[in-house]
Each structure stands twice: as structure tokens, then as C-alpha cells.
């Protein structure tokens, strides 16, 4: 069974960080490309960032670039989304996703989706 279990979410303060885990099991995490996105109440899903299937390449959406960083251990079959420089604007409910490819995309198109962290920013 095919699982993405998401992780290190919490309750922080604005300008504090964070380090959400995606952790595969089932399969191979290094054959595909991940991407973090996000849904905060009464909004659409956004694409946060994602990153190559050999994470030698990013990508982000605008909001967060320069204060979100996302890696990967294949290793570990785990892929990270370090937040810095949080605001409550980034309060929601973060997934990761698997993409069958080599390249990363913000869009749509993940077949495999975690069940969700809840990240909160608030003082």
C-alpha cells in the first residue's frame, strides 16, 4: 500500500519556523517528483513548492519563496519543507504529493496524497 504520511506541523509563532517530513512508504520516493501544497479554511488548494525527483530542482510559489526551502533524503525516502519567517497567512492544512516524473509542477496532476499537517501561525 502506497502511503505519504506528513509530519512536524504545529502551532507557532509569526516569524518562528517550522520543518514538515513527507515520509513515502510502500514505494521508491526518489522515481518521483513531490510537491508541498496547502488549503487554509474556505480556500483552494495551493501549490506551496515542489522539487525533482533528484532534488536538484525547485520550484515555489511566490508567497514563499525565499522563506520556504524544500529537500530531499531518498535515502530516507523523505522529503522536507523547512518554513521560516512564518506568517498567519501561512496558517492551513499542508499536503505532500507524489508526480510519476522526473520534474516537479505547482499544478495539479499528483496521483498520491498525504493526509495532511496542520500548520498554525498565530501569537
Known amino acids: 500500500q502506497w502511503l505519504l504520511v506528513e509530519s512536524g506541523g504545529g502551532l507557532v509563532q509569526p516569524g518562528g519556523s517550522l520543518r514538515l517530513s513527507c515520509e513515502a512508504s510502500?514505494?521508491?520516493?526518489?522515481?518521483?517528483?513531490i510537491g508541498w501544497f496547502r488549503q487554509a479554511p474556505g480556500q483552494e488548494r495551493e501549490g506551496v513548492g515542489c522539487?525533482?525527483?533528484?532534488?536538484?530542482?525547485?520550484n515555489y510559489a511566490n508567497s514563499v519563496k525565499g522563506r520556504f526551502t524544500i529537500s530531499r533524503d531518498n535515502a530516507k525516502n523523505t522529503v522536507y519543507l523547512q518554513m521560516n519567517s512564518l506568517k498567519p497567512d501561512d496558517t492551513a492544512v499542508y499536503y505532500c504529493?507524489?508526480?510519476?516524473?522526473?520534474?516537479?509542477?505547482?499544478?495539479?496532476?499528483?496521483?498520491?496524497w498525504g493526509r495532511g499537517t496542520q500548520v498554525t501561525v498565530s501569537s
Open positions: 504529493a507524489a508526480l510519476d516524473s522526473p520534474v516537479c509542477t505547482l499544478q495539479n496532476g499528483y496521483a498520491s
Open positions: 510502500g514505494f521508491t520516493l526518489d522515481h518521483y517528483a
Open positions: 522539487i525533482s525527483n533528484s532534488g536538484t530542482s525547485t
